[in-house]
């Protein structure tokens, strides 16, 4: 899940089909408050067996359930949040989607055409929550790894809060 191998798959293209799957399969039946809590306190308690410190965030029609910021956390990991969840709020996509999307075309994902960079982030970390017959109703956003760490926890938290055994 949160292997050493960040550096080596920051720069390995990701395949999108393989995220684009993510997205269509981690999907819950319905998504309330308490879903909220306990998919926010998945989130801490893998990042606390991993021994990684992260910030996690999760909105439902832009009102925020869920907040915790590990020791060490800053402002700016709350700024991190605030711009990849503003991106799949845009987008209908993962962060880590667009920033892979943009990075295998050759572009920039620091520099987003009609996107002020200021208010977006194309980096891993944030997912779109997808409630099944509904389609998105807010984000889980995680920050303060590289982004294809902070997504493979989202990734994690996702998965275990949903029963889903296996690869993605």
Not at 72 to 77: E, I, K, L, R
Not at 97 to 126: C, F, I, Q, W
């Given at each position: 899940?949160l292997g050493s191998s ?18 269509q399969v981690l999907q ?64 209908g996509h993962s962060s ?73």
């Amino acid at each position: 899940m949160l292997g050493s191998s960040s550096v080596a798959q920051a720069e390995t293209a990701v395949d999108l089909a393989t995220l684009a799957r993510q997205e269509q399969v981690l999907q819950f039946d319905s998504f309330n408050n308490d879903t909220a809590f306990a998919l926010g306190t998945k989130v801490i308690e893998l990042a606390r067996a991993a021994n990684k410190k992260v910030a996690v965030n999760i909105t439902r029609d832009g009102l925020m359930l869920f907040y915790f910021g590990m020791d060490g956390m800053t402002a700016d990991h709350a700024n991190w949040i605030r711009r990849k969840s503003n991106l799949v709020n845009r987008t209908g996509h993962s962060s880590f989607y667009t920033h892979n999307e943009v990075k295998n075309s050759g572009g920039n994902y620091d520099n987003l055409p009609g996107l002020d960079m200021r208010d977006y982030a194309a980096h891993g970390g944030s997912f779109p929550l997808i409630v099944k017959g509904v389609g998105r109703v807010g984000t889980l956003t995680v920050t303060g790894l590289p982004g294809p760490d902070d997504h493979a926890l989202v990734v994690a938290a996702l998965k275990a809060c949903l029963n889903i055994d296996g690869d993605l």
